[in-house]
C-alpha cells in the first residue's frame, strides 16, 4: 500500500559527498516523522537523523555539522546530504516514514528497501 524508494547511494572517497532521496508513493493521507537510519557491517541499525512534518530536525552526534536532513512534503520525500564523508559513514541506509493511509485509522511505520554508501579510497 505504501512504498518507499531510496536512490543515491554509491562509492564516493573519504571528505566527499552524497545526496540521499526516498519518495514515498501510494495511499497516502499524511506522513509523520520521516528518517534515515544506517547500518554498518556486522553492526545493529542506527538511526541517523529524523525530521518531523513541520521541519524540526534531530542528528546522531556521529553526524552533526556534516549532515542534512530535509523534506519535501508535497513530493513525499525526505533528503539527507552527506558531507565530509569518513570511512566509518559506510554502511546500507535506509529511510523510514511514519505513514497515514486513506482509509485506515492510525499509522505505519514504513521502511524502504536501503541503499549502501561506501566511503573509501
Known amino acids: 500500500q505504501v512504498q518507499l524508494v531510496e536512490s543515491g547511494g554509491g562509492l564516493v572517497q573519504p571528505g566527499g559527498s552524497l545526496r540521499l532521496s526516498c519518495a514515498a508513493s501510494?495511499?497516502?493521507?499524511?506522513?509523520?516523522?520521516m528518517g534515515w537510519y544506517r547500518q554498518a557491517p556486522g553492526k545493529q541499525r542506527d538511526l541517523v537523523a529524523t525530521?518531523?512534518?513541520?521541519?524540526?530536525?534531530y542528528y546522531a552526534d556521529s553526524v552533526k555539522g556534516r549532515f542534512t536532513i530535509s523534506r519535501d512534503n508535497a513530493k513525499n520525500t525526505v533528503y539527507l546530504q552527506l558531507n565530509s564523508l569518513k570511512p566509518e559513514d559506510t554502511g546500507v541506509y535506509y529511510c523510514?516514514?511514519?505513514?497515514?493511509?486513506?482509509?485506515?485509522?492510525?499509522?505505519?511505520?514504513?521502511w524502504g528497501q536501503g541503499i549502501l554508501v561506501t566511503v573509501s579510497s
Open positions: 523510514n516514514a511514519d505513514t497515514a493511509l486513506v482509509g485506515l485509522v492510525g499509522s505505519l511505520e514504513v
Open positions: 501510494g495511499r497516502i493521507r499524511s506522513i509523520g516523522a
Open positions: 525530521i518531523t512534518s513541520s521541519q524540526d530536525a
